[in-house]
T-cell receptor, first 110, second 113 residues
């Protein structure tokens, strides 16, 4: 099955810094989503981005489907950005089965 | 819209007990699924349903049963709880499979002693 690898596994930032999180996947996909799991455990949808670029406030994401990777950019980080960021994909002919990466744990210090 | 709702939020069971985790959505989504999340890991698919009356197994189905009698509800049953089922359980839904964004409920934290 599809393998999803996220890097880095952990990241510590000072408030105001920028960061880039990466998601590599091993096969073609027709769905790619980024989620933020906050310290209370909730999974928040950030982007649905099987290809192309999207922006939402301080966050943006780019997926290059032909090269099988996606990037999540966080600019001017805030303490509320802390938590775990997950990338998840659905392969072609795999129904709706989301395959999750292991996540990047982000800690933003004041 | 309430989105995807799950009850209970927390549950403690003794080994061998049974229980049902409830999941409901009010978005008229056809596709619903259950995941479990264990410490330090991503989420793994337990069971899923592409519509009322249709269910199938995911990656880790052993020890769990599901049914889908309505579009709105997708309960997950633990027939005889085991400590290995201690986990956080998430329900998700989407309009369909493949190219649709999936939305997750708030989760149920289950401890089996």
């Amino acid at each position: 099955g599809i393998q999803v690898e996220q890097s880095p596994p952990d990241l510590i930032l000072q408030e105001g810094a920028n960061s880039t999180l990466r998601c590599n996947f091993s096969d073609s996909v027709n769905n790619l989503q980024w989620f933020h799991q906050n310290p209370w455990g909730q999974l928040i949808n950030l982007f649905y981005i099987p290809s192309g670029t999207k922006q939402n406030g301080r966050l943006s994401a780019t997926t290059v489907a032909t090269e099988r990777y996606s990037l999540l950019y966080i600019s001017s980080s805030q303490t509320t950005d802390s938590g775990v960021y997950f990338c998840a994909v659905v392969g072609y002919n795999q129904g709706g089965k989301l395959i999750f990466g292991q996540g990047t744990e982000l800690s933003v210090k004041p | 819209n309430a989105g995807v709702t799950q009850t209970p939020k927390f549950q403690v069971l003794k080994t061998g007990q049974s229980m049902t985790l409830q999941c409901a959505q009010d978005m008229n989504h056809e596709y619903m699924s259950w995941y479990r999340q264990d410490p330090g890991m991503g989420l793994r698919l337990i069971h899923y349903s592409v519509g009322a009356g249709i269910t199938d197994q995911g990656e880790v189905p052993n020890g769990y049963n599901v049914s889908r009698s309505t579009t709105e509800d997708f309960p997950l049953r633990l027939l005889s709880a085991a400590p290995s089922q201690t986990s956080v359980y998430f329900c998700a839904s989407s309009y369909g499979t493949g190219t649709y964004e999936q939305y997750f409920g708030p989760g149920t934290r289950l401890t089996v002693t």
